[in-house]
């Protein structure tokens, strides 16, 4: 699917359309090479845009695909159409919806960075889960890579693995992994939009970025632990287990 959805208060609140991953396969692949060994059998996934994320992951008996974007949520009942292990429902990322049925992981990629309260969010958050359930971030890191299209998509904050443990913690979870992410990809990012100043992405750039960083950042990682990166993956779980 290509289109994305417009002509709606979420998206132009957030900037949707710049914040998509389409067209990055390789990152998408890596993303779910990061998360998946952390997710049980039944997945929530909260702001989930189109889709592209879960279009790739398979192997759970329940993904409940959702955004709080109607046109999005639309698109999406389409594109899962034929997955009947597929839900796709609208959610509030706020996290004042729950699920009836709640599941064993919840993966939240690129949205807590968007909610002012992000402590409330987590607790609230974690009320869609099973008693022994965890949820899996996955965030925009470092403030010092805060530019002007963190600013564009109404990006409240970039986090540290310590940041992220904190308001996880706080949040009332038990936090078992906080680490970087992408560190080839910080010093891109770091040269596009932090010093270079750019607003949105450069399609050009962001291919040739998927097709020929994003491969060495995935070796590099697996042998070796990194100290910076683009993004932090943090995985807390549920302490009334």
């Not at 009836?100 to 009320?127: F, G, K, M, Q």
Request: glycine share 10%; net charge negative.
């Amino acid at each position: 699917m290509t289109d994305t959805p417009t002509g709606n208060e979420f998206s132009a609140a957030t900037g949707r359309e710049l914040e998509s991953d389409h067209g990055k396969p390789r990152y998408l692949a890596y993303q779910r090479e990061l998360i998946g060994p952390h997710c049980g059998r039944s997945v929530l996934e909260v702001g989930a845009g189109l889709g592209e994320f879960a279009d790739g992951f398979t192997g759970s008996d329940r993904y409940v695909v959702t955004d709080v974007d109607s046109g999005a949520v639309e698109r999406m009942k389409r594109r899962f159409a034929d997955r009947p292990e597929v839900e796709v429902q609208q959610y509030d990322i706020d996290g004042r919806t729950r699920l009836s049925e709640p599941v064993d992981t919840l993966v939240a990629i690129n949205v807590l960075e968007h909610i002012a309260d992000d402590v409330t969010a987590l607790r609230e958050l974690s009320e869609s889960l099973t008693p022994a359930g965890n949820i899996v971030l996955f965030v925009p890191g470092y403030q010092q890579l805060y530019g002007e299209f963190d600013r564009k998509v109404g990006h409240h904050r970039r986090y540290t693995p310590a940041t992220v443990s904190e308001a996880a913690r706080r949040a009332g979870l038990h936090v078992e992994v906080a680490r970087p992410v992408n560190f080839l990809g910080a010093f891109a990012w770091w040269a596009a939009v932090r010093k270079g100043g750019a607003g949105a992405p450069n399609p050009r750039l962001v291919a040739l970025y998927d097709r020929f960083v994003v491969p060495v950042t995935r070796a590099l990682e697996k042998v070796i632990p990194v100290p910076f990166g683009q993004s932090v993956l943090c995985v807390a779980r549920r302490t009334d287990a």
